[in-house]
């Protein structure tokens, strides 16, 4: 186990090795996880600031602008190519990043960093990226950007994926907070997986109250982060224009990032006594 603190100030080289694990599973809490999904908001109000800054630009997503690419669009080819150099480079050893298209990833060519293993082996492949990715492109992409076409498509398209990665990230999250539930609730979480209790599961791991507080403070971050900076003071009123409709942004909450996490929950303690 990493130790945090010596006793001396000489440190040896196997010191150095020690102080450079990331910390043990132990130190999984409910406070911590929450604390990493309320930055995560962050990285997600950003991502889709950047992609506003392009209209929708449909030939993105039409397969027939790259004839030699099998049938897909750009933003599938281009997150395809992107995936395999992440890959390469170590990206998906790291527990939190869940890839698209999964299959034909190479090997990374890394030495690996020490991760911890918090997952529960049998749940750790629990993947909604599917449902990330179409909810992504069908639903959620013409409610914040504005028709048009650019001709930006390949900006368009790596800013479509950095979207999709932040929202599946987050999503993806929801192991976390079903581990640290499940530890801190053994007995009740296990009559319900062994009954195999959806529903049960669901009543258990939901907390209305933070879900409301989730839905309000990403509204307030969209505002914050998505006004027009000048130097005049000034305060949010009818007139302020938003670089992402921050009812969107909540919208996005409400309807899909928090039902996925506790998709993603449910899926995850399913599996949690294989
Ligand atoms: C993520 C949690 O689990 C559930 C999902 C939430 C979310 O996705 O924001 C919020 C509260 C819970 O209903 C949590 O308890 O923090």
Redesign the pocket.
Known sequence: MASTEHSTTTTTASEMEEEKEAPPPQDLT?GR??DA?IRQEDSIVFALIERARFPYNAPAYDPSLLPQHGGRSLVEALAREVEVLQAKFGRYQNPEEVSFFPDDLPAPSLIPYNFPEVFHPASASVTANNAIWNMYLNDLLPLFTVEGDDGNYASTAAADLVCLQALSR??H??KY?AEV?FREAPQDYTTAIRAKDRDALMKL????A??EM?KRRVLKKAMVFGQTVTLEDKTFDDETKYKVDPEVVARL?DEW??????DV?VEYLLRRLD
């Not at 791991?205 to 209305?208: K, Q, W």
């Not at 990032?257 to 506790?262: A, D, N």
């Open positions: 409910l996880v929450r999904l987050r999503i999250y929801g907070v539930k791991l939901t907390f209305e933070v879900e989730v909450y990032v928090i039902p996925l996490t506790k929950e």
